[in-house]
């Protein structure tokens, strides 16, 4: 464990987020003098503990939450890096397991026991194991956000449904529920509700890239500056990193500090259709997907490699980013628009040694 008082940590705590564990959490970190234990009290309350963080000029900073609360945590820790750019201290966040949802921690190989997450990231923290690491920019409504990843479509349909069911008394009155339960009955109704029901076009734009095609025998590429399409799909998903959910692989092919995002089409289907591959949707194994597609001339899961892109509609729509949900509301020249541009390594994770080593093998 480091020694030197310049390398203590903090810890910033969600207590929203699966309350009985905190307490757990708390016991354990005593352990570790390293550990500057924030528990945030609301939303303003926790932006301001990331600029207490920040100003402290201390190297490193965990998150115990879920992916939305890592959302919140990287898109202030990036408002404050523009905001000062003279600031040259190389500061790593990490991700503890504290949400439903956990795409974050799934994609960079956090453990799934707490003492081996505290274990992991002391480690890392000793040995500097941090990697500079891509951002997305969304910009809609006038409005800049950062992100990993992002959805239109089915998933956002379904955080829509979850976001609804929210405790209606007691102390924790008109906060989302959290759990996978509550996620999975919220999959479970948009599968028989919204399915067979959807015909939002979307006009996509994407510019400085490549069209992929990764199957079990046949791989191919199309190159291109831009390239506009639409399309009446059952969601579109932008990323840098791969999982979403729980261990939902939706972009199974991006690389974290690429230089570029990757853009999913995943083509309507029937409900039959996605319940028979649903265990390769998860498991992101689009190649046997496409496959089998391919071979019935039917649409498959279409994988474009690009700098930036736009996703436009001609009424406003829901979308997600990191598992928060948002709306394109305000209409330019007839359209609602969503954009994204990569903002090559733009922040620095704290990763496990077994991540680390991935991107650092020897000789190289």
């Not at 309350?19 to 528990?39: A, C, D, M, N, S």
């Amino acid at each position: 464990m480091p020694k030197n008082e310049n390398n203590k940590c903090f810890l910033l705590i969600n207590p929203n987020r699966f309350p009985q564990y905190v307490k757990i959490l708390k016991k354990i970190v005593k352990r570790y003098p390293i550990f500057h234990v924030i528990e945030s009290e609301d939303y303003e309350h926790f932006l301001v503990s990331i600029d207490e963080y920040y100003y402290s000029k201390k190297p490193f900073l965990l998150i115990w939450g879920g992916d939305g609360t890592a959302h919140s945590a990287i898109n202030r820790l990036t408002e404050l890096r523009i905001k000062h750019p003279e600031d040259k201290i190389r500061r790593s966040i990490g991700f503890l397991r504290g949400g439903s949802g956990n795409g974050i921690q799934d994609s960079y190989e956090v453990p799934f026991s707490i003492f081996k997450q505290l274990k992991t990231y002391i480690h890392s923290m000793e040995n500097n194991y941090a990697i500079d690491v891509d951002l997305i920019e969304v910009d809609f409504d006038g409005k800049t956000e950062y992100t990993q990843l992002a959805g239109v479509g089915f998933d956002a349909y379904i955080l829509n449904i979850r976001d609804n069911d929210k405790y209606k008394s007691g102390p924790l009155k008109g906060i989302i529920k959290p759990g996978m339960w509550n996620y999975l009955s919220a999959v479970s109704k948009a599968l028989f509700v919204r399915m067979d029901k959807n015909d939002d076009t979307y006009k996509l734009k994407m510019h400085f890239g490549r069209y992929i095609f990764q199957g079990t025998r046949v791989n191919a590429e199309i190159k291109f500056d831009h390239l506009e399409k639409e399309c009446n799909p059952l969601m579109i998903e932008v990323g840098n990193r791969p999982y979403f959910a729980a261990l939902f692989k939706i972009c199974p092919h991006v690389v974290c500090n690429s230089g570029s995002m990757n853009l999913y089409v995943y083509n309507k289907m029937t409900r039959g259709t996605m319940l028979m591959n649903l265990w390769y949707f998860w498991t992101g194994q689009h190649n046997r997907i496409n496959d089998r597609f391919a071979k019935k001339k039917r649409p498959i899961i279409e994988n474009f490699e690009i700098k930036s892109s736009q996703i436009s509609s001609k009424k406003p729509f829901h979308f997600h980013m990191d598992g928060d949900l948002r709306k394109v509301e305000t209409a330019l020249n007839g359209k609602y628009n969503l954009d994204f541009t990569i903002l090559p390594e733009s922040i620095t994770f704290l990763v496990p040694e077994v991540f680390f080593n991935k991107f650092h093998p020897a000789g190289i």
